[in-house]
């Protein structure tokens, strides 16, 4: 049996069933990060590669890609409710590559490291066919304080930070170079997606239960929160925030917007599950900074994940962006 | 310029510069690992990424790429004195690569890292050509006892753990499709190193003072140390302690035994420096834990790497393995 064949959900199953862990691993393979209890803090650790023909369309700067690469491992430790703390990057290379691109690139994960307050501390260089960058995140969260994705409980509020299907409508264009213009947003969101860090650190400190951040699209990243969480989640089509710039686009080319906001993924927006007495507190908090946040349904007990359409409940999908399909 | 014409020395030091760092971040990018100071301990972090085409011979198994690959990243935990804590691994796989290969990969990973006290905690999976393994090892140490590559002293005892040469020995059968017969410790010292992992704790509470772990050849980190430490290191070429095969093996095919014990690279042996008063208890110390440890030479002032053979002192070439040549 092939790699391809089993797809990535069952590997991920396969590692976690196989990788023991210790007493003070409080959280092991496949949230959003891990956990470990260092007297009295958790300790936050994820890793995240991206692999330039596969992650990057034709186009992406050499900033971008040093950019993104940030973000995708600051956006795991959001999902936690973890503070940063510094990041470190393995880094394959073609010997081809030119040396300003190099320089670029990593001014990119500089910049974007420290606007989050995080610091690059270390790396290794190898050389490779294809431009590999392999990342990990550190931070830093309390006891008692942690933004799981089994976190999620029957009455819970389910909401998202921010507008969904940007990302993956910008990656259409480019990939179709179908005409940009009045679409720069969507395309900006692609290439220069934004870590909901201070997002998730709120969201821990006002009562959040559960969290992921939205890589995969919205209703794969419901169904693994719904799974890991032993519950059902009931969503309202017409709550679900949608970025009007999506909606536009796919309205002129007669694409489907579900495509984008439900399937598409690498929004990085937080998915989260909340306490229905705190549900407000939350979402003026994350106002304050300027986020908004939507209602978009609410937990309860069973399985799996349904969506009322025009008054029918209907099952929700469980499809999205994964690696090996 | 190509980032072949720059080499990887260049590159890192291009990494150091761009790279800002915080108040917090103890040591970053230049050594084996990073420090971060949390509250009174130091967090200990380290990536090492292992590309297939490059870093494994034909014939290497999957528990032993899953070794080497918990090996080399806890090896740099060990040259700070670090106790290890956990690992994250992101893994790029072929689509056509049999999962039986990646079950067995991660098994290895999994026994190794528990040998040693660690665990896998997390990871990331990828489509890639090339098997690439990217591997973050994350331990604690405490604040005043930390080994980086800066702190050689004059009048310092240069030393080295166990024997020199084996694995690079063992790669040359290996690419070379020599016998191997009689040399099957050279083989296994390749595809099956150990990370001196109780050792570095060791020297750092017996009082060394630097360390590094030889993965380039003995030269080339001898040159980094020094460099680092802004001093001169004079080597005795008697004292190194050659593996008694390596000699064997290079006396038979006529090879010159220093390209593998000085040139080599890869053993994982921790090199270091210890204050002369020092010197025989940490002996003692690495003794007691069955790790035979070798005096070299001594830390002096100025600047360079030198040795004495035949009673002559001269310039050691830095030289050794580097990835981009």
Not at 44 to 63: C, K, N, R, W, Y
Request: zero cysteines.
């Amino acid at each position: 049996m092939k790699v391809s064949d089993v797809g990535e959900r069952a590997l991920v199953e396969l590692a976690r069933r196989t990788f023991k862990i210790g007493p003070k691993v409080k959280v092991g393979i496949g949230d959003d990060a891990a956990a470990i209890d260092i007297d009295g803090r958790y300790l936050i650790a994820t890793t995240d590669m991206l692999v330039a023909s596969t992650h990057f369309p034709q186009g992406t700067t050499a900033e971008q890609m040093g950019h993104k690469a940030v973000i995708v491992n600051l956006s795991d430790l959001a999902a936690m409710g973890a503070e940063p703390l510094a990041l470190i990057f393995s880094v394959g290379l073609p010997r081809e590559l030119d040396v300003g691109f190099v320089r670029r690139m990593i001014r990119g994960m500089d910049l974007t490291a420290r606007r989050y307050g995080a610091y690059v501390v270390g790396g290794d260089l190898d050389e490779s066919d294809d431009i590999t960058i392999a990342g990990a995140a550190f931070g830093l969260a309390s006891k008692g304080q942690l933004l799981t994705r089994s976190g999620a409980k029957p009455r819970d509020v389910i909401a998202v930070t921010g507008q969904l299907g940007a990302a993956s409508a910008g990656l259409k264009i480019l990939l179709g170079r179908l005409p940009a213009k009045g679409y720069e947003k969507l395309i900006k969101a692609q290439l220069e997606p934004i870590a909901r860090v201070r997002e998730g650190i709120l969201l821990v400190k006002n009562g959040a239960r559960a969290a992921i951040d939205i890589t995969d699209g919205l209703a794969a990243n419901l169904w693994q929160i719904s799974r890991m969480s032993k519950a059902k989640f009931i969503i309202d089509r017409e709550k679900v925030p949608i970025h009007p710039l999506v909606q536009k686009f796919a309205d002129r080319h007669g694409f489907d917007v579900e495509d984008f906001a439900f399937f598409g993924g690498e929004d990085f927006e937080l998915l989260f599950t909340v306490r229905r007495r705190s549900w407000k507190k939350v979402q003026l908090a994350l106002k304050r900074i300027g986020t908004t946040a939507a209602a978009i349904g609410y937990v309860t007990r069973g399985r799996g994940v349904y969506i009322r359409k025009h008054g029918v409940l209907e099952k929700l999908p469980d499809r999205g962006y994964e690696h090996f399909k």
